[in-house]
């Protein structure tokens, strides 16, 4: 077993995902296979819960795991289908030795965080290790070396990189920021070496540096950086403002990390010389596509954009594919009750209504899909976004004029979206959610079917309520057709409106899906439809 343990020092949002995940991409493109942990010190058992608000959005995974969307950049960068196993959290931890305490598994013994939590900190994390059959597993520890909720997970892989051999099989890589000060404009060590300083007194001596700063780091910073904390010199590495996320693997190939690491490690990769030229490719139609559109992005999470995240990397990955920038509007749905959409969404050429929870909101969210539908102008909805467009056709299109979901009004006398029938009269104690990936069959010669190329795909869910069956023939004959449906076609999982140039939204979560080399087709048709709009215009 082999690791990458990257942690962060002197404050958060440095990126330390993005390095973690580009280190893996470089080493797979060395055709090592690599598989990636995240690790939460939070007390929450997993991100199901969290205000993305605060944390960003929720990832869902094939299994149905909630988690850091952190894990979101580790699926998209590497290509690789994760499981809850990968995001390892206090709250997991905690959860699994206090049952076990409760059991006796300890026969007796006094419960202590050395050894039995770390303990089991390093099952999960050697089990990862172990079932992913890798050559090198990145373990990324969240948070910033210094807080008292990451210590058990420092000590914990401290402990294992002993066991497992610290000189052949780990590499530390400490990733810190590198201010710049004043007028002067001079790179400034000294927090990147009181955050080595205190990561060596936990006993761990990083064998890379990642300094963040807003430019390349002078050769001088670098030879300081080295000597004050003892690394070698070509194991300081820079990590520059970057024009995209995807350009982070190239920037770190540059300066050698990947053969820095495989020398480390004694590696053997299937390859000398990196072949970086498909993500060079993919990453020059990000920076400098040949046009670009407008599309908005309807929500109450709009103040923080990571709320949306893999919907925001979904379309880069479509416009990547027609060689066409994407420029975000963020629309705060609650605008659009009293403002004109009109005057808000004039000069976008989509709109997408992303998921959500909870009744605020929803009506601004209705009246956007009310205006993409009058105005022909193209829309996606996912989850909620398709919720609230079969709530605007039922009252618009059918004369159901108090139809709504009843998440948002239990007494409607139109409930066209409904609990699931499983999860009925659970609503008050908490229903359960439908989470993960199940098979959705798409009707053939649909618009669905054009973009998706296929009839059975596999789509991530995350909801209580849904398309209530008891509509499903009136809103056929109203032309909005469900092309893809789920359980013997009990399920509504897409809708598609006739007569409009691309209106369509899914129940699923394909935002999850989407890949550098294969965006989400959702999310592609969206994109298309946006471009042949702006060249209508
Ligand atoms: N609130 C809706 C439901 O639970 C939609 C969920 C979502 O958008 N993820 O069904």
């Not at 910073?221 to 820079?238: E, G, H, L, N």
């Not at 060689?323 to 709109?351: Q, T, W, Y």
Request: net charge negative; charged share 25%.
């Amino acid at each position: 077993m082999k690791f990458i343990f990257v942690t962060g020092g002197v404050l958060s949002g440095l990126g330390k995902g993005i390095t973690a995940s580009s280190i893996g991409k470089l080493l797979q493109c060395r055709g090592l296979k690599v598989s990636a942990i995240k690790i939460d010190p939070y007390l929450n058992i997993d991100a199901g819960t969290m205000n993305p608000f605060e944390h960003g959005e929720v990832y869902v995974l094939d299994d149905g795991g909630e988690v850091d969307l952190d894990l979101g950049n580790y699926e998209r960068f590497l290509d690789i289908s994760m499981t809850s196993g990968n995001n390892i959290t206090t709250g997991k931890v905690y959860q699994t030795v206090i049952d076990k305490e409760r059991r006796g598994d300890y026969l007796g013994k006094t419960v202590q965080i050395i050894p039995h939590v770390t303990n089991e900190i390093k099952e999960r994390i050697t089990k990862v290790a172990r079932d992913s059959n890798s050559d090198v597993t990145i373990v990324e520890l969240g948070g910033t070396v210094g807080d008292i909720e990451s210590m058990p997970f420092l000590e914990a892989v401290r402990q294992l990189s002993v066991e497992v051999g610290r000189d052949e099989n780990c590499t530390f890589v400490h990733t810190t920021l590198v201010p710049i000060l004043g007028s002067v404009g001079e790179q400034k060590t000294k927090p990147t070496q009181h955050s080595v300083k205190e990561l060596m007194a936990l006993g761990i001596k990083p064998d890379v540096i990642v300094g963040r700063a807003s430019d390349y780091l002078d050769e001088g910073i670098k030879a300081k950086i080295s000597m004050f904390c003892d690394v070698s010199k070509d194991a300081v590495v820079s990590a520059p403002d970057a024009r995209s996320i995807y350009e982070v693997p190239i920037i770190l190939e540059r300066q050698g990390v990947s053969d820095l690491i495989v020398r480390k490690m004694r590696l053997k990769p299937l390859t000398k010389q990196i072949d970086l030229r498909t993500w060079e490719g993919f990453l020059k139609r990000i920076i400098e596509p040949r046009e670009h559109v407008n599309i908005a992005i309807v929500g109450k999470y709009t103040d923080l954009a990571d709320s949306y995240l893999s919907h925001l990397e979904a379309l880069n990955h479509a416009g990547a594919m027609e060689d066409c920038g994407v420029c975000f509007v963020f629309v705060d749905s609650d605008r659009l009750i009293n403002e004109d959409p009109a005057k808000v969404m004039g000069d976008v050429h989509g709109i997408l209504v992303p998921g959500g929870f909870g009744i605020r909101g929803v009506e601004g969210k209705i009246a956007a899909a009310r205006y993409a539908r009058e105005n022909k102008l193209p829309y996606a909805g996912v989850c909620l976004g398709f919720q609230v467009a079969t709530i605007e056709i039922a009252r618009d299109l059918m004369g159901l004029q108090d139809a709504n979901s009843t998440e948002f009004d239990a007494s409607t006398s139109s409930p066209v979206i409904d609990i699931m029938p499983e999860q009925k009269g659970l609503e008050a104690k908490g229903a359960t959610m439908r989470l993960g990936a199940e098979m959705v069959n798409i009707k053939e010669g649909s618009k669905a079917h054009s973009l998706y190329g296929a009839t059975e795909v596999w789509e991530r869910h995350r909801h209580r309520y849904e398309v209530n069956p008891d509509y499903i023939e009136s809103f056929e004959k109203a032309g909005w057709i469900f092309t893809g449906r789920c359980e013997e076609g009990h399920r509504m999982e897409m809708g598609e409106l006739q007569g409009h140039p691309f209106f369509m939204a899914t129940q699923f979560h394909p935002e999850f899906k989407s890949r550098p080399e294969r965006p989400s087709p959702l999310h592609s048709g969206l994109l298309r439809a946006a471009l042949d709009r702006k060249k209508s215009f």
